[in-house]
């Protein structure tokens, strides 16, 4: 199995908590975005949104940054709905809160994504559909002794992001994974690194951050005894 490196300056959140651990002096803060992206995905295009959340502070006195992409939401079938994708985004949000809690790493907790009016425009897709479930539901079904199995996709994603008064090309690093237990087959999305599309420099670390974090899901995963094949960016 990869092994999982602390990296100084950080650039996850495993980073924060194990500089944390090894002694450093950390400040973290939260803020988020929630752009407009044009994505391109086998030949098709369509608009959604992304939701960010940008970390950062000091490690020891010295400045570091970096975002993470929480979810991607969109009107229609080529992703999550957007009202699916903010109760996504909190999800993962309040994990990785609670993981800076347990390290002893403050910030704000309450601090949550929202869609302000667009939420209201989405709440009857919400009602209708119930609740939304992630990777980390599908990884308590398989603990609570029912078996799970997990096809894993991964791909790299070129997309358009939209600011106020500027456009930038990311690529965007996404796993899917077909989920099947208790008689279903269920689909869930995550985004898993990303980088400006015209920097090629900046792909390897990229590549390295998203095969990190598959090797923490992976970890997971054996733990709860779910079926899957071990797969990485290259």
Do not use: W
């Amino acid at each position: 199995m990869k092994q999982i490196n602390i990296n100084n300056p950080p650039y996850r959140i495993t980073d924060v908590v194990g500089l944390k651990k090894q002694g450093a002096k950390i400040t973290c803060h939260s803020s988020f975005e929630i752009l407009p992206v044009n994505f391109t995905h086998r030949d098709s295009a369509f608009q959604a949104f992304i939701f960010l959340c940008r970390y950062s502070g000091t490690v020891d006195g010295k400045d570091y940054s970096f975002r993470k992409c929480y979810a991607r939401g969109c009107p229609h079938n080529l992703c999550p709905h957007v009202a699916q994708a903010v109760m996504i985004a909190n999800r993962y949000l309040q994990r990785d809160y609670l993981r800076l809690k347990q390290g002893e790493v403050g910030i704000e907790e309450d601090r949550l994504f929202t869609l302000d009016d667009m939420i209201v425009k989405f709440k009857d897709y919400t009602d209708e559909h119930g609740p939304t479930l992630t990777i980390d539901d599908y990884i308590n079904i398989a603990k609570e002794g029912h078996q799970v199995s997990v096809d894993i996709d991964l791909e790299y994603v070129p997309a358009v992001e939209h600011f106020a008064n500027h456009k930038n090309s990311q690529t965007f690093l996404h796993g899917n994974f077909i989920v099947t237990t208790l008689g279903k087959t269920y689909q869930a999305q995550r985004c898993l690194s990303c980088y400006p599309t015209e920097k090629d420099e900046e792909k390897s670390l990229s590549v390295q951050i998203a095969n990190e974090r598959l090797v923490i899901l992976y970890k997971a995963f054996d733990q709860a005894l779910i079926k899957y094949e071990k797969r990485f960016f290259e």
